[in-house]
Every structure is written in C-alpha cells, then in structure tokens.
C-alpha cells in the first residue's frame, strides 16, 4: 500500500436515501391544479411512497384521508415528486408536535383556516 493513501478514499458517507424511500417524516402535500392553493400537511412512519399511495385510494375502514377527500371531489391531482418534506422524527409523539406546529405557522397565512388541508 501506497503511503499516500488520503482520507477520502477511505471515507464513504452513506449515500442520501432517495426522498420517497424516507420515512419517520411530516411532509407537505401541494394540490397541483391551476387556481387550488389547497395544502396538506402531515405526518407518517411509514415510506413516504407507500403514505402517498394511501393517499390516492378510498379507505376500507377508518375514514377516507383529507387528501382522498380533496382529490375525488374535485378531480384534481398532486405528483409525489412534488411533495415537500418538512421534518424527520422517529418518535411518533414529537413527531405529531412537528406536524401540528407546520400546520399552525401554514393556518397563520391564511384566515380561513378549515382543518388539515390549508385553503390559501
């Protein structure tokens, strides 16, 4: 071995997980129609492709999402590349605390503030 070994050759930070591999996340959803400003904000331990799957399906139990809600009545759409995350956490508590502070500072923009989807 060569004496001139440099440490960057040695060194090998990990490569950056790609966005929708990401989990433990809250995470912003932009509606991409033309005139809806409509934003959601939320939260997920799971892959961030696998909550935007959700997202776009009906619910067989619990409710549909606020998304779903949104999408289906009025036919508009978001693309996954498009979604902004805002926070990591992996600890579910603090996790909702990121996701309802994002969600108060989002409301303080606009005045007619109607639940988890922001209509500016």
Same mark, same amino acid.
């Given at each position: 071995?060569?004496?001139?070994?440099?440490? %960057?050759? +040695?060194?090998?930070?990990?490569?950056?997980?790609?966005?929708?591999?990401?989990?433990?996340?809250?995470?912003?959803?932009?509606?991409?129609?033309? $005139?809806?400003?409509? +934003?959601?904000? $939320?939260?997920?331990? %799971?892959?961030?492709?696998?909550?935007?799957?959700?997202?776009?399906?009906?619910?067989?139990?619990?409710?549909?999402? /606020?998304?779903?809600?949104? +999408?289906?009545?009025?036919?508009?759409?978001?693309?996954?590349?498009?979604?902004?995350?805002?926070?990591?956490?992996?600890?579910?508590?603090?996790?909702?605390?990121?996701?309802?502070?994002?969600?108060?500072?989002?409301? /303080?923009?606009?005045?007619?503030?109607?639940?988890?989807?922001? %209509?500016?």
């Amino acid at each position: 071995m060569s004496g001139n070994i440099s440490r %960057q050759s +040695l060194v090998h930070p990990k490569d950056k997980q790609p966005k929708d591999k990401q989990s433990n996340i809250v995470y912003a959803i932009q509606c991409n129609d033309s $005139g809806c400003d409509d +934003l959601y904000i $939320g939260e997920t331990k %799971q892959t961030l492709v696998k909550r935007m799957y959700q997202h776009r399906r009906a619910s067989t139990g619990c409710g549909d999402s /606020a998304v779903y809600s949104h +999408l289906d009545s009025t036919n508009h759409s978001f693309d996954n590349k498009d979604v902004k995350i805002l926070d990591r956490e992996s600890r579910w508590f603090e996790r909702g605390v990121k996701e309802a502070i994002y969600v108060k500072r989002e409301a /303080a923009y606009d005045t007619t503030w109607q639940g988890p989807i922001v %209509q500016r």
